[in-house]
């Protein structure tokens, strides 16, 4: 699952996109309103970390942009004013959650997972889908509410997204744009088919269709 930060300090990115990544997630990064306007035209993200303070103007305007192009992926606002009325200002011009520096990371995961779960429909603890259960925090898989398997970083950024959109055509390609940041290596597309190999032995065959030369569906029902 890609998301993208918007965030002018570099240290604090940086420990961010590490946290994030090391929670399952890809990260896009940019430092400036411009940088992240031109991979909001290009990229897919699942939710966006917005500053609101930016060298090149201010994240609130953008955000309200973004409202008005019809993006309508979560957006979590990071800022260090705190005050009710401008909580009250972020939200109504188009933030889903609101956070003040300084944050614990926790908290902000927590938030995340937050939001991507009501977008998706999913419950307090986790994703349920076709009997399938998926617990984000600890990145387990059950198939029968009582044994849980653990899964390898790559099987479960996958299984995240697939879950995250049910009853979607996904080509190859965009489930290795999903998988994979944009400034690492390009990586091989038969590699989503191995993957996809491995959670269909976990979770069993028809959880996951194949759709011939078109790409992959999670079955919902």
């Not at 908290?107 to 779960?117: C, K």
């Not at 849980?148 to 997204?161: D, G, I, M, P």
Request: no cysteine; charged share 30%; hydrophobic share 40%.
């Amino acid at each position: 699952m890609k998301l993208l930060l918007l965030e002018d300090d570099d240290l604090l990115a940086e420990s961010l996109a590490e946290t994030l990544e090391d929670n399952g997630y890809r990260i896009d990064s940019a430092t400036s309103i411009r940088e992240a306007e031109s991979l909001m035209a290009t990229e897919d993200y699942a939710l966006a970390i917005l500053d609101l303070g930016l060298p090149d103007g201010s994240g609130l305007d953008l955000l309200e942009r973004w409202r008005h192009q019809g993006h309508d992926l979560p957006v979590l606002v990071l800022t260090a004013r705190d005050t009710w009325e401008d909580k009250v200002v972020g939200l109504r011009r188009g933030a889903d959650d609101y956070l003040t520096k300084p944050f614990h990371e926790a908290e902000l995961l927590a938030r995340l997972h937050a939001l991507l779960r009501r977008r998706s429909g999913g419950g307090v603890h986790g994703l349920t889908l076709h009997g399938i259960r998926l617990d984000e925090d600890t990145q387990r898989v059950s198939t029968d509410g009582s044994t849980w398997q653990a899964l390898t970083a790559t099987e479960f950024r996958l299984l995240r997204y697939l879950m995250h959109h049910p009853d979607r055509l996904h080509s190859k390609s965009q489930l290795l744009d999903q998988l994979y940041a944009l400034e690492q290596d390009a990586a091989a597309p038969n590699l989503v088919e191995v993957y996809i190999g491995r959670l269909r032995r976990r979770l069993g065959k028809d959880v996951i269709q194949t759709r011939r030369g078109q790409g992959y569906i999670f079955v919902s029902h």
